[in-house]
């Protein structure tokens, strides 16, 4: 099965940035809203943010909103999300999905092998 792939992960001191870009099927970017998820150890899954399908919409969690930016490339099939002043809670593993609401899109179970987000104090 065709999966989203992410990139751009990496280890950087607690105030530094990161960008994460996620590309996938045609079909799929163009179709749904996109949405960004990470897990930290020992935890479960949780929304982080997401961008509708025209790309002026976006929603983010509490935790991470005035930091992280999310957006889309509609004509590269890719969606982003800017990592600013990160916190050594932001660590985790971060994946995209197709999104609705805060979850991932009902169905959705072909999740790519994310992008290791480390910060250190």
């Known amino acids: 099965q065709v999966q989203v792939a992410e990139s751009g992960g990496g280890l950087v001191q607690a105030g530094g940035s990161l960008r994460l870009s996620c590309t996938g099927p045609?079909?799929?970017?163009?179709?749904?809203?996109m949405g960004w998820f990470r897990q930290a150890p020992g935890k479960e899954r949780e929304f982080v943010a997401a961008?509708?399908?025209?790309?002026?919409?976006?929603a983010y969690s509490d935790s991470v909103k005035g930091r992280f930016t999310i957006s889309r490339d509609l004509t590269r099939n890719r969606v982003s999300l800017q990592l600013n002043n990160l916190e050594p809670e932001d660590t985790g593993v971060y994946y995209c999905?197709?999104?609705?609401?805060?979850?991932?899109?009902?169905?959705?179970?072909?999740w790519g092998q994310g992008a290791q987000v480390t910060v250190s104090t």
């Open positions: 961008v509708d399908l025209s790309g002026r919409n976006t």
């Open positions: 999905a197709p999104s609705s609401g805060k979850t991932e899109r009902t169905g959705f179970t072909t």
């Open positions: 045609v079909r799929m970017f163009g179709s749904f809203a």
